[in-house]
């Protein structure tokens, strides 16, 4: 059983910037889709940017700029760098592999964005 653990969340100013990690205890990433997912207060899980095994990127609209999503297959972790960070961006910040070797969650870290 694959287990991701997040890091990095935090309490910090509008413009500011935060880097979340997402360490798997195997090999997961270099099989999966990496994703960073959020859920703000009364509102719905969204994905906010994936990598896939290849490399590629996507994002959504909001965070297209502002947000990078990378991976470093030799530590089995996947980052998010959040930078120009808007009080909309507060959330509890999700890390997802999902692939032919199954779909997991890591269990949140909370990102707090004060205007």
């Known amino acids: 059983q694959v287990q991701l653990v997040e890091s990095g969340g935090g309490l910090v100013q509008a413009g500011g910037s935060l880097r979340l990690s997402c360490a798997a205890s195997?090999?997961?990433?270099?099989?999966?889709?990496g994703g960073w997912y959020r859920q703000a207060p009364g509102k719905q899980r969204e994905l906010v940017a994936a990598i896939t095994s290849g490399g590629a990127t996507m994002y959504t609209d909001s965070v297209k700029g502002r947000f990078t999503i990378s991976r470093d297959n030799a530590k089995n972790t996947v980052y998010l760098e959040m930078n120009s960070l808007k009080p909309e961006d507060t959330a509890v910040y999700y890390c997802n592999a999902r692939g032919a070797r199954g779909n997991y969650w890591g269990q949140g870290t909370q990102v707090t964005v004060s205007s």
């Open positions: 195997g090999s997961i990433f270099e099989y999966s889709v």
